[in-house]
């Protein structure tokens, strides 16, 4: 065999080497690191995975971008999608997930960048059904008629009219507390207790109101969510 089959041969055995490589290290699970680990910036740059609760959710242009919470630490993660609008992530307040992505300094706060595949929930044995105010706000007509929770933050309180609005203040809904909620004492409906930044709960039936071409959430009752718990 002369020199340029054997350099061949060589060559086509590096390079088989080298994709057994690649198929190898594509299977590795990235190394699990703790919420708190990660958000004082030890692995900085570095594809991890780690796990929390979600306590918050937001849609922006260029994605969805999520909170979790575990151990006393909060984190953010940033979903990229092309179509954030159009498409929504099958995630409610409460649920656990487990992610992966990159982490990420970003105006001065470690974050994950994470992709929808890369995100699974630990608890889907049971799931939460508590929504948040940017889910509803994408699509409201698929909630209308519907007994909802939807977890947000109180904004504009008035007298029996109060606007739920989410994290970053993009969107909220109008939350009206009927006459014959007000008559039920043991539901302890007192909006006068609401405060603006207040995070809660409120359980409803969603409307759409013709007249003013607005959907709204008819209150059944709200708690509040503890703060350092949220």
Known sequence: MDNIGKAVIIFSLLGVGILYGISLT??????????????????EGVFIRTKGV?????????????????????????????????GQLNLNYGDEIEVQGRVQLYKG??????????????????????????QIAMHPEEYEGRRISVVGYAEDVYKHVFYLGDEKGKCRMRVKVEAEA?????????????QK????????????????????????????LRKGFS
């Open 26 to 43: 594509s299977f590795v699970e990235p190394p699990y690191v703790p919420l708190e680990e990660v958000a004082v910036g030890t692995y």
């Open 182 to 194: 007000r008559a039920r004492t043991e539901d302890s409906i007192l909006i006068s207790e609401l």
């Open 109 to 134: 706060r470690y974050e994950i960048i994470a992709t929808e595949n890369t995100i699974k929930k630990s608890n889907a044995e049971n799931e939460s059904t508590i929504s948040f105010v940017s």
């Open 54 to 86: 979600i306590t918050d959710f937001s849609v922006t242009e260029y994605g969805n971008l999520l909170t979790i919470r575990g151990n006393k630490t909060e984190l953010l993660i940033f979903v990229d999608s092309t179509n954030a609008r159009d």
């Open 197 to 224: 930044g207040d995070k809660i709960i409120a359980e409803g039936l969603l409307s759409y109101d013709p007249e003013n071409m607005r959907y709204e959430l008819n209150l059944i009752h709200f708690f509040f």
